[in-house]
C-alpha cells in the first residue's frame, strides 16, 4: 500500500522559512516523478513544484526563487524548501507521487496534506 505522509508545516511570519518533508513508501519512487501541490481555501489545488527521477526540477513562477524541491532516493523522502514566505503562500501543501519520469499528468498518490500559515 502506497503511503506518502507529509510533515514540516506550521505558522510563521512573512519571510520566514519552512522545510517540508515527504516520506514515501509502499513501492519504488526512485524512478517516478514527485511534487508538491497546495490548496488555499476558496481555492482549487495548483502545483508548486515538481522533480523528475533524474532531479530536473520544476516551479511555478511564484515560488521561483524562493523554494526548492529536492529528493533523497536512499530515504525515499522528498523536501520543499521555502524561504521569504509571503501570505499567499497559506495553503494546505500535498505531496504527491507521479507514475511517469517526468511530473506531467496528474499524480497517482497523494499524501494527507500539511497546513502551512503565513502572518503577515
Known amino acids: 500500500q502506497v503511503q506518502l505522509v507529509e510533515s514540516g508545516g506550521g505558522l510563521v511570519q512573512a519571510g520566514g522559512s519552512l522545510r517540508l518533508s515527504c516520506a514515501a513508501s509502499?513501492?519504488?519512487?526512485?524512478?517516478?516523478?514527485m511534487g508538491w501541490f497546495r490548496q488555499a481555501p476558496g481555492k482549487e489545488r495548483e502545483f508548486v513544484a515538481g522533480i523528475s527521477w533524474t532531479i530536473s526540477t520544476y516551479y511555478r513562477d511564484s515560488v521561483k526563487g524562493r523554494f526548492t524541491i529536492s529528493r533523497d532516493n536512499a530515504k525515499n523522502t522528498m523536501y520543499l524548501q521555502m524561504n521569504s514566505l509571503k501570505p499567499e503562500d497559506t495553503a494546505v501543501y500535498y505531496c504527491?507521487?507521479?507514475?511517469?519520469?517526468?511530473?506531467?499528468?496528474?499524480?497517482?498518490?497523494w499524501g494527507q496534506g500539511t497546513q502551512v500559515t503565513v502572518s503577515s
Open positions: 504527491a507521487a507521479f507514475q511517469t519520469h517526468v511530473p506531467t499528468g496528474s499524480p497517482s498518490d
Open positions: 509502499g513501492r519504488t519512487f526512485s524512478n517516478s516523478a
